[in-house]
């Protein structure tokens, strides 16, 4: 469906933001790690209640909503499928960081979520996690590496993950319901979306 030029409503109780896919079909030139002591540690079946806590913490701000929507059993079908690999990154012994990658689809790599915690935005951390999910995603035999963001996430992200060597090539609506309203996330997140009930 064609959306029509001009404004078009948002049903109350509702979210929409504009998603931008972006995608690598090389690797890119390596970006230098900047100064600090992260680490990353590869998750193996991650327990549900982690993954849970640190979905929250990494994107509750930026209202990621589809994982927490999610049942117990269609999260561990999911996290723990083949060809997913979860990564915390470690900053002063906390996990503060998520990289998820899939590898489900011959010869591409999804970065699926890709975050730091509030408290590590604007440190370089997530130049560090970038860099290894890079490497990582390289290293395997695949032809493309392809990420989304949307409006609703850190205004910088989409710049961020061009210097990072994506380009954009696609651009979607998505219209949900408003995870604030339903408990799925804090009534107070993500401030810079207000609630329209």
């Not at 915690?117 to 996690?129: D, E, K, N, V």
């Not at 994506?166 to 979607?172: A, D, L, V, W």
Request: aromatic fraction near 10%; charged fraction near 25%; charge should be neutral.
């Amino acid at each position: 469906m064609i959306l029509p030029d001009g404004y078009s409503d948002v049903p109350a109780g509702k979210i929409a933001a504009v998603v931008t896919h972006l995608e690598m079909t090389a690797p890119p030139a390596r970006r230098a790690d900047p100064p600090g002591t992260w680490t990353l540690r590869k998750v193996d079946a991650p327990a549900l209640p982690w993954y849970r806590d640190l979905f929250r913490r990494v994107g509750e701000e930026w209202l990621w909503f589809s994982r927490p929507r999610m049942s117990d059993a269609e999260l561990a079908a999911t996290i723990h499928a083949p060809g997913i690999e979860v990564y915390a990154l470690v900053a002063d012994g906390c996990d503060e960081g998520l990289l998820e990658l899939d590898f489900r689809e011959p010869g591409q790599c999804e970065l699926v979520y890709f975050g730091v915690t509030a408290r590590l935005i604007g440190t370089g951390a997530a130049r560090f996690l970038m860099n290894r999910a890079l490497e990582r995603a390289w290293s395997r035999d695949i032809r493309r590496v392809w990420v989304h963001t949307c409006t609703f996430d850190h205004p910088s992200a989409v710049a961020f993950y061009q210097r990072s060597g994506f380009r954009p090539f696609r651009r979607q609506i998505e219209v949900a319901d408003d995870p604030r309203l339903d408990g799925t996330a804090q009534r107070t997140a993500a401030k810079h979306v207000p609630i329209i009930e």
